[in-house]
């Protein structure tokens, strides 16, 4: 047997670890949740009771921990993570790079009569202080002063990550630079959140709200992903490198036959899912949904919703124990939104919403007319600001690997549209045109009158073709992409509808509310003539949409280096500056950062598969040219001849893309507009011929597991 064919062999079989204890949730011992979080039910039990009253005052005024208070706090938490195992502490960030980063210090140190002892102070809880130097800072710290602070964010509760020999106690902090300048994703994504409540908590005083005190965002993200045999993974440099297959023909097989989404969980696969699931529980990341995707070898996890902040932690360790958990089971996962060309991409579905602290979802419609205009003034809001600033939403989603699957056939396209379900379409068309009787049905008839009657929202509505769509108690945006943090896309979303909700909010308090109902209907209705453009309930997926798109003009910002000069555009500076989230300087850094990333991964791509085609394919097929020789086929002969002709000449072009033309800009968007339209085109020219070749050389000559093996066998 061919060693590629052994490893099917190999692959086929697996034996179950036992990594997993039986574990039936709904009995108090066995309840893994949350045991590995220093939660405030932890906090409660661990700290003197003056100091724990004190810190969660201290939280809840938003203020900044005294020494003493951190002293105290540090002391129980060391304790805590002593008995668990954890032998140093991290402070874990998220700079630029979209990862998650850390660095560990051990809680022991020596002492003078050569023992040592487990030391860990408030100081070291509330600060940290990594070499900045060594991350992406757009220019905002200049080299010679590599400092960056990490600061604690006990919004975030600390966690012990297990590891098999020791554990680490994790610390979400913030990062920034020595001037205070966020160099990470979660500061920006705090300050969307307190701008946004504000702005939603002065609106709904307005709309008759007298208790609320504070609004939070929240999201629930829904994670594809594709899990396939490490053998396959090791011997394909291109995954291993960039994440994705560079080359590979379609299998006779793909998902035609429709025969996986929600398929039957393999053996292998749902063992593997029960342990990550197990990890997840036990670091408080609560998973409520598995099932098989689309795509042969690929399924979704869903976490129940938190509010943005703990959510989009929880989203990069969900990310992080998923792969290490895989790997237990000789299984790689991948987060890379199109691992395979020609096959289903992976996203990840944001479910965004606003909540009072009162318990009232500011986007579910309600039982009685009063929350019901308040839904409608938010909604509005929604669309308000997903309309005006459509082109950084879309910024929003743009990454190298997304370029491959935005616009492909089964996910979002590059337009950013709204679905809004038919019942919701009639009642904001009811209070445009001011009556209604002729368009909706009777069950939102009496909407257009100045009275508002219980809204019926929750119809199985559902249009899986749009990027954004009202999905009865929240929007989804659906365009994310399966390796993205969420933090970025819910600080724009958060900003941005602040920044309507605010303008919406004087636009009602201009008219007065003596007449509630008359004021938000008038205050909507002129929102929604504005933005109605932005709504689409067709078929998103279609070549009309675009064409209707263009017409309406709307922005279709089909790549990245076309979509990210939006995160510096005068709209979002604006709306950045105006409720501090990003200063001018802090957005160009950000854009900086991701346009060089841009390039970068481009090039590693282009670079990677002309290694591959030179020392693999090429190779290969020489090989099979040989052994045709030898047999004797002229016809068979000139075939391949041709094709690694073609091949030749379309790699040497491929390696002069991969040098740089002199005078490029060695950094900015000239060099990503460069890879995009040379490096990346000419690495697509050599794969056509090499996935031809694929299909004519000997099987036990090529070198590389194919498609049909990595996705099928599990
Ligand atoms: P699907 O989109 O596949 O039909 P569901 O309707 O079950 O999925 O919900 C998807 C996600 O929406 C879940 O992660 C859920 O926690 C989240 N979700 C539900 N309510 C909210 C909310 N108010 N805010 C944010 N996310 C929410
Ligand atoms: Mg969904």
Redesign the pocket.
């Known amino acids: 047997m061919t060693p590629i064919r052994q490893k099917n062999v190999t692959a086929a079989q697996w034996a179950p670890n036992g990594g997993v204890e039986p574990s039936d949730l709904t009995r108090d011992e066995n309840v893994v949740f949350g045991s590995n979080v220093f939660s405030v039910a932890v906090q409660r039990e661990r700290l003197p009771e003056v100091v724990f009253t004190r810190l969660q005052a201290t939280l809840d005024r938003g203020e900044a921990l005294d020494v003493e208070l951190a002293d105290a706090v540090a002391e129980a938490m060391k304790e805590w993570a002593l008995e668990r195992g954890a032998t140093h502490f991290t402070h874990v960030f998220q700079p630029l790079t979209g990862l998650t980063a850390e660095k560990h210090d051990s809680f022991f140190e020596p002492t003078s009569d050569g023992g040592s002892i487990a030391k860990f102070k408030g100081s070291e809880l509330i600060q940290g202080e990594p070499d900045a130097s060594s991350f992406p800072t757009g220019g905002i710290r200049a080299t010679f002063e590599a400092r960056g602070y990490t600061a604690w964010d006990p919004t975030s509760p600390a966690f012990v990550l297990d590891n098999p020999n020791g554990s680490l106690l994790c610390i979400p902090t913030a990062f920034a630079s020595w001037t205070g300048e966020a160099l990470d994703a979660k500061i920006p994504l705090l300050r969307s959140m307190d701008a946004l409540s504000k702005t939603a908590v002065k609106a709904l005083r307005l709309l008759g709200d007298e208790e609320s005190q504070r609004v939070t965002t929240?999201?629930?993200?829904?994670q594809e992903y594709f899990l396939i045999d490490e053998q396959y993974y090791f011997a394909r440099p291109d995954l291993v490198t960039t994440g994705r297959t560079l080359f590979g023909a379609q299998p006779a097989k793909g998902h035609e036959l429709d025969d996986h989404y929600f398929g039957a969980i393999p053996e292998r696969v749902l063992a593997c899912m029960l342990e990550t699931e197990m990890e997840l529980a036990k670091l408080g990341v609560p998973i409520?949904?598995r099932h098989n995707e689309v795509a042969p070898a690929q399924y979704e996890i869903?976490?129940?919703?938190e509010n943005s902040n703990v959510g989009s932690d929880h989203q990069q360790l969900l990310m992080q124990v998923m792969q290490n958990v895989a790997r237990k089971y000789g299984l790689v996962c991948l987060l890379h939104e199109k691992p395979f060309a020609g096959v289903n991409g992976s996203g990840k579905?944001n479910?965004?919403?606003m909540?009072t602290d009162t318990g009232h979802?500011l986007?579910e419609p309600g039982d009685t007319p009063a929350e019901n205009y308040s839904f409608l003034f938010f909604c509005a809001a929604v669309l308000q600001a997903v309309n005006q600033h459509q082109g950084l939403l879309r910024a929003t989603v743009a990454n190298i690997g997304q370029d491959h699957r935005l616009g492909a056939n089964e996910a979002p396209p590059a337009i950013i549209s709204i679905y809004l379900g038919s019942q919701l379409e009639q009642v904001f068309e009811a209070i445009a045109s001011g009556t209604g009787e002729a368009v909706i049905p009777e069950a939102v008839l009496d909407l257009g009158a100045e009275v508002l009657p219980p809204l019926a929202l929750h119809g199985g509505d559902r249009n899986r073709t749009s990027p954004f769509a009202f999905?009865g108690?929240?929007f989804?945006f659906r365009a994310l992409g399966s390796s993205m943090s969420l933090a970025f896309a819910n600080t724009v979303l958060n900003t941005i509808v602040a920044e309507a909700i605010d303008d919406l909010t004087g636009k009602l308090e201009a008219i007065g509310t003596d007449d509630l109902p008359a004021a938000v209907a008038a205050v909507v209705k002129e929102s929604y003539l504005a933005n109605q453009q932005i709504c689409f309930s067709g078929d998103n997926y279609s070549a009309e949409w675009e064409e209707e798109a263009e017409r309406r003009g709307l922005k279709n910002l089909r790549t990245t280096p076309e979509a990210l000069p939006e995160v510096i555009s005068p709209s979002t500076i604006e709306a950045f500056e105006e409720y501090d989230v990003l200063s001018e300087r802090e957005l160009e850094a950000r854009y900086d950062v991701w346009v060089e990333q841009y390039a970068i991964n481009a090039n590693i791509e282009a670079e990677t598969a002309a290694s591959m085609a030179r020392t693999m394919i090429i190779p290969a097929t020489l090989r099979h040219l040989a052994l045709i020789d030898a047999g004797g086929s002229g016809v068979l002969a000139s075939e391949s001849r041709e094709l690694l002709d073609d091949l030749i000449e379309k790699t040497k072009a491929l390696e002069s893309a991969n040098l740089y033309p002199d005078g490029i800009e060695d950094d900015g968007l000239e060099l990503a507009a460069y890879a995009r339209d040379q490096q990346l085109t000419a690495m697509h020219e050599v794969r056509v011929v090499a996935d031809q070749l694929e299909k004519i050389v000997a099987d036990d000559l090529w070198p590389l597991p194919k498609y049909s093996e990595m996705l099928f066998i599990k």
């Open positions: 929240t999201v629930g993200p829904e409520k949904t869903a976490p129940i919703f579905h479910n965004w919403s909540g979802n986007l999905t108690n929240k989804e």
